[in-house]
């Protein structure tokens, strides 16, 4: 009787903390969508390259997005439109590009007249 005691408290513990850990995994849940961009502004912080976006198709949302490399923000020009991929993370699948956190540019295009 005592062994099966342990046993099943063990497995309790055991299952608490996978439970646990999968838990914390889902609060942060890593997406990316393709959309078109017009580059509003550019600016460099603390050593970080930034763009203010404004997506032009549908909704007109504007957000900062982190440019991960230098070169490529380098190419960026004001005014012009892109068709990109921009990752985030979020709490939820529901929500939606410029109310995601640490948005990061991934892949360009230009979107040629």
């Known amino acids: 009787m005592r062994k099966i ?3 099943i408290l063990l497995f309790l513990f055991i ?6 850990y999968m838990k914390k995994d889902e609060s942060n849940l890593k997406n990316s969508s393709t959309i078109n961009i017009e580059v509003l502004e550019k600016y460099k912080e603390r050593g970080s390259f930034f763009v203010k976006v404004k997506q032009f198709e549908s909704t007109n949302q504007e957000g900062i997005v ?3 490399d230098q070169n490529l923000w380098n190419v960026l020009e004001i005014g ?5 991929v ?12 410029f ?9 360009i ?5």
């Open 5 to 7: 005691s342990k046993f």
């Open 99 to 107: 109310n995601g956190n640490d948005l990061k540019l991934e892949q």
């Open 80 to 84: 012009k439109k892109y068709f990109v």
């Open 15 to 20: 299952f608490g903390i996978l439970f646990f």
């Open 86 to 97: 921009i990752s985030w993370t979020s709490q939820n699948s529901e929500t939606s590009i």
């Open 109 to 113: 295009d230009l979107i040629k007249k």
């Open 66 to 68: 982190e440019v991960m």
